[in-house]
């Protein structure tokens, strides 16, 4: 779930995107301030517009909004308030990790590409990667899927040249890091970062 709110580019009104990037035909339920986006060949719910979204709740943000489970009670109050049934729900859990990364190996048909296991604490994700520091053994920063990069790019699933990749092995700047080198590669962490373990942006 990503939720966006500009007051001064879009008015009062609270964007929330389930399925980012959503590439098929959209269909639209109105009631009272509340509009429903759905599917329109399975009927599934790709996000929600909150109309005069600050006389339901408190937005402080401009840009995207920063999700924990009691602003999600807020969004399904709304929602519910205006004839909604559907209660949204959303995973909180830490975007940007230390991750570990096991194995590396060359790309299949990528010369500049490798394919990496890397262990985020509680799963071991292949992450296709093309920094040419990339190696194992290394402690480093993951942007698992459904991050939001600081540039506002969105992590999927991808397939890089016919292999699965799940999330992104990041630079420093990527991360928007202050002094962050200009020359490619990876963000490589000290030995003491804990696997798993957020790390702040």
């Given amino acids: 779930m990503n939720v966006f709110y500009n007051l001064e580019g879009i008015g009062d009104t609270l964007i929330i995107s389930m399925v980012p990037g959503f590439q098929g035909e959209k269909s639209f339920d109105k009631k009272g301030d509340a509009v429903r986006i759905f599917d329109e060949n399975s009927g599934e719910t790709i996000g929600f517009n909150l109309f005069n979204a600050s006389s339901y709740m408190k937005i402080d943000s401009n840009g995207q909004v920063e999700m924990n489970q009691d602003?999600?009670?807020?969004?399904n109050e709304a929602i519910q308030?205006?004839?909604?049934?559907e209660e949204l729900q959303a995973d909180f859990s830490p975007k940007f990790v230390v991750g570990y990364v096991q194995e590396k190996e060359k790309h299949p048909n990528a010369d500049k590409l490798s394919v990496c296991k890397v262990d985020v604490g509680e799963e071991t994700l292949q992450i296709v990667c093309g920094a040419p520091n990339i190696d194992s053994g290394q402690k480093v920063v993951v942007a698992k899927v459904g991050a939001v990069m600081p540039s506002g790019m969105?992590?999927?699933?991808?397939?890089?040249?016919?292999?699965?990749?799940?999330?992104?092995?990041?630079?420093?700047?990527?991360?928007?890091?202050?002094?962050a080198p200009q020359e490619k590669g990876i963000l490589v962490l000290e030995d003491d970062a804990q696997v798993g373990k957020p790390f702040s942006v």
């Fill in 154 to 179: 969105l992590i999927k699933d991808a397939e890089l040249r016919g292999v699965a990749s799940s999330g992104m092995i990041c630079s420093a700047k990527e991360l928007d890091l202050p002094d």
């Fill in 71 to 75: 602003k999600l009670k807020e969004i």
């Fill in 81 to 85: 308030k205006n004839g909604f049934e």
